[in-house]
Nanobody, 118 residues
Framework: QVQLVESGGGLVQAGGSLRLSCAAS????????MGWFRQGPGKEREFVAA????????YYADSVKGRFTISRDNVKNTVYLRMNSLKPEDTAVYYC???????????WGQGTQVTVSS
């Protein structure tokens, strides 16, 4: 069982930056792939980024590639999402997730709101 708690969301102007954090409970954090997803107003949840258990392999949605960076600290049991050059269309609730594969997730956090003003 893994519990995930996101933080770091907020209101930012277009072009600005934010760093989201997701703290995980449990001693098996390093066994999991971690992902970030988001759900904008009136939209379905979509994949944003993922990272494998070691941090050596990362994946990004085309819409965020070059602007967002996912990373993890297996000592601190935390995964991060650094978001630069934010756009109003990045406005969403951002969720982190854990799974044994970057393609399938078993545990989800409650989400953190990111609002980008134009």
């Amino acid at each position: 069982q893994v519990q995930l708690v996101e933080s770091g969301g907020g209101l930012v102007q277009a072009g600005g930056s934010l760093r989201l954090s997701c703290a995980a409970s449990g001693r098996t954090f390093s066994s999991y792939a971690m992902g970030w997803f988001r759900q904008g107003p009136g939209k379905e949840r979509e994949f944003v980024a993922a990272i494998n258990w070691s941090g050596g392999i990362t994946y990004y949605a085309d819409s965020v590639k070059g602007r967002f960076t996912i990373s993890r600290d297996n000592v601190k049991n935390t995964v991060y999402l650094r978001m630069n050059s934010l756009k109003p269309e990045d406005t969403a609730v951002y969720y982190c997730a854990a799974g044994y594969s970057p393609e399938e997730y078993d545990y989800w956090g409650q989400g953190t709101q990111v609002t980008v003003s134009s």
